[in-house]
C-alpha cells in the first residue's frame, strides 16, 4: 500500500520552532514533487511548500525566510523546518506527493491539483 504518513504537529507558542515529517512507503518517492499544504478551520486547503526530485523548491509568500522544505530521499521523507511560528499558522498540515516521477518542475506545484497521494494530516496549534 503506497502512502505517507506525517508526524511532528503538535501545541506550542509563538514564536517557537517545529519540524514536521512526512515518510511515504509503499514505493520510492525521490523522482517525484512532494508538498506541504495546510488547512485552518473554515478555510480551504493552502499551499505551503513543494520540492522538486531535485531539491529545487516553492514556498509560499506568507511562510518564507521561516520555513524550510527539504527531503531526505534515502530515508523517502520530506521535511517542513517551522520556525518563528505564528498564531495564523495554526492548521492541519498535510503531506503530498505526485505520483508521476521526473515531471517537468513549475508554479504547476503550488496548486493541490497537482498532487495524486495525500497523508492524513498532522495538527499544528500556535498560541499568542
Known amino acids: 500500500q503506497v502512502q505517507l504518513v506525517e508526524s511532528g504537529g503538535g501545541l506550542v507558542q509563538a514564536g517557537d520552532s517545529l519540524r514536521l515529517s512526512c515518510v511515504g512507503s509503499?514505493?520510492?518517492?525521490?523522482?517525484?514533487?512532494m508538498g506541504w499544504f495546510r488547512q485552518a478551520p473554515g478555510n480551504e486547503r493552502a499551499f505551503v511548500a513543494s520540492i522538486n526530485w531535485d531539491g529545487r523548491t516553492y514556498l509560499a509568500d506568507s511562510v518564507k525566510g521561516r520555513f524550510t522544505i527539504s527531503r531526505d530521499s534515502a530515508k523517502n521523507t520530506v521535511y517542513l523546518e517551522m520556525n518563528r511560528l505564528k498564531p495564523e499558522d495554526t492548521a492541519v498540515y498535510y503531506c503530498a506527493a505526485d505520483r508521476k516521477v521526473y515531471s517537468p518542475y513549475g508554479p504547476q506545484f503550488t496548486d493541490e491539483h497537482r498532487y495524486d497521494l495525500w497523508g492524513q494530516g498532522t495538527q499544528v496549534t500556535v498560541s499568542s
Open positions: 509503499g514505493r520510492t518517492f525521490g523522482g517525484s514533487a
